[in-house]
């Protein structure tokens, strides 16, 4: 299968009409109706943009995913910029990040205006602890899975980082942004080592 | 000059919550409780969750909510484009080394060596949520019995249908804020 070289921006689409509002809408949508993040609204976009729209190649979706989760930042903004510029350059890239944060602005905006108010109310304040108890066992959840993921792996490595990364956070205060760079350094390091290994194993 | 320290506050956690989904959340704790006091754990917890409950991603939420706190609506739109801006220039890098290059190996070998340090950092902000739920307080007490029962059961329960039964996460914390609600009242 031939890959394109540049994104879409010069071909037929990009002289349709209401490109960019398709483009629009429908990552408004989806950003409105995903909860739970990023892991969710990926199969939508592929949904939405490979099946229905035929504006990406499966393939390249899967790269595209690729390239959105190796990025910082929310998966779900991330992968509405490299679909928007594969689809319409920078401008479409532009135009499905309006798309997708618009729907959380507003409504966290509501309910920040009114929140003061809420959470005086007796009702709300036992659903917020009810539901904190509920946040509490997702997350529980989410680290359980993450962590025996890890643990499967069987690399040493990563299972003491994973243990001493905890200590420094939780107990030695470690600013978390330094223990990223230090982490992703020993990440890269690992890496290229690694693939040196297997390379000189190859000859 | 406060919307200035918004703006660079979630520029950082945009840039270093790596991981997606609730790589963000010990990022948001650091920037908007522990250093710049703009909410107070109890607000950070609620944010979380009204986040879980609300579309969008957490680092969105928060930005819009702890820019709305701090400076009303340009706060949130301040907060929000500083989130989003590493997303961008990174991703757009990216997008354009790959339809040059068409290889993400060494990005996406690096990411693996991170993967224990984020989730290590997930499950410290988990741990300070759990302690929240279940001791009403920020630090552990002096005795460990002193649990608030509601909440603790709730979050056992929860915990274990989560384990067993996999549903959709947004049911569990509906569930939870009913079973609050009802527990509570009667309690």
Redesign the interface.
Known sequence: ME?S???HKDTAHSKEDGLYLTLFTSTFKI?????????VIIPLLRKKFVDELHWIEEDEML??T?????????????AS??IG??VAG?PG?LIS?LGT?L???I???V???F?AVF?DN??VS???????????????????N??SD?VRTKNPV??V??????I???YLKL???L??L???T???A???M??RAEKERGW | MELLALFWSFVQIGLFSIGGGYAAMPLIQSQAVDIHHWLTMTQFADIMTISEMTPGPIAINSATFVGMQVAGILGSVVATVGCVLPSCIIVLTLAWAYYRFRGLSLIQGMLAGLRPAVIAMIASAGFSLIILSVYGQRTLPADLLQVHIIPALIFVIALAVLRIKKPDPIAVMASCGLAGVILLSIF
Request: with cysteine; net charge positive; hydrophobic share 55%.
């Open positions: 890959h070289q540049t994104p950003s409105a109706c995903t909860f739970g993040g990023g892991f790269d595209l690729a390239i959105a989760q190796s990025s910082p930042g929310a998966i779900a903004v991330n910029i490299v510029y594969h920078i890239a990040i944060v729907p959380p602005l409504i966290i905006s309910i920040s205006r929140y959470r007796a009702y036992m659903a917020m602890e009810g539901m904190l108890a509920g946040v509490a066992a997702v997350i529980t959840d989410v680290v359980w993450m962590g890890v990563r299972i980082m994973l243990i001493l990364s905890f420094a956070v939780r600013n978390i942004i223990l990223i230090l982490c992703g020993i990440g890269a690992e890496t290229v690694r693939q």
